[in-house]
Nanobody
């Protein structure tokens, strides 16, 4: 089992930046890829970005490309999501996930999930 713990969420004003962190308890063949998703109230879960642990290769949803950056620190078993130029519509609970295959864009294709961290962007 891989335990994922997100942190870094909070309340910010529009235009601000935040960096989310996701610490993984261990790496296994079921966690070759890490992803970030979000879910706003009343909306479906949305894929944001994914990174391959070993190569660092990334992929993004078009909706956040250019504003959000995913990265990983292999030594710390931690994945980050740098979010810039935040907008009120970015308000959501942000989740970190781990899966075996890369790249994958659907939540169903990820095996392990964190508890989520709230991001609220005020106008």
């Amino acid at each position: 089992q891989v335990r994922l713990v997100e942190s870094g969420g909070g309340l910010v004003q529009a235009g601000a930046s935040l960096r989310l962190s996701c610490a993984a308890s261990r790496r296994t063949f079921t966690s070759n890829a890490m992803g970030w998703f979000r879910q706003a109230p009343g909306k479906e879960r949305e894929f944001l970005a994914t990174v391959h642990w070993s190569t660092g290769t990334t992929d993004y949803a078009d909706s956040v490309k250019g504003r959000f950056t995913i990265s990983r620190d292999v030594a710390k078993n931690t994945v980050y999501l740098q979010m810039n130029s935040l907008k009120p519509e970015d308000t959501a609970v942000y989740y970190c996930a781990a899966g075996a295959l890369f790249p994958r864009f659907r939540g169903e294709e990820y095996t392990h999930w964190g508890q989520g961290t709230q991001v609220t962007v005020s106008s």
